[in-house]
């Protein structure tokens, strides 16, 4: 049960910081939402970071790990919404918005991982 509290707590923490970032940084006059982007690569970042400390020498303990990772990062990030604003971008017919979110988002996101885990190296 405790493992569940501190995933509901990290995740709650991810969401809210995740909907400030959106409120700021998102606007639908500007085409690209940059608040989602921005929260999806800074927790690609931040996860990165975190499961290479819990890799490196046990740095982070279980709980901890789901409290950072599973718990802020999940609700952090968000793939739903990101799948969603794409729709929005397809359905415009915005085809160039739809493939530089998308590409960018996938490319810098999983650079944003690596990136982490070799600064904890």
Known sequence: M????LVFLGGGFGSVLRYLIGKFLNSTEN????????????????????LGLAAKNDSLTQNQTLLLATGFCGGFTTFS???YENHVFLKSGDFTSFAIYTIA???IGFLAVFAGMYLVK
């Open 2 to 5: 405790k493992q569940v509290l």
């Open 31 to 50: 085409g690209i939402p940059y608040g989602t982007f921005a929260a999806n690569i800074l927790g690609s970042l931040l996860i990165g970071i975190i």
């Open 81 to 83: 919404t990101f799948a």
């Open 105 to 107: 988002s996938f490319i």
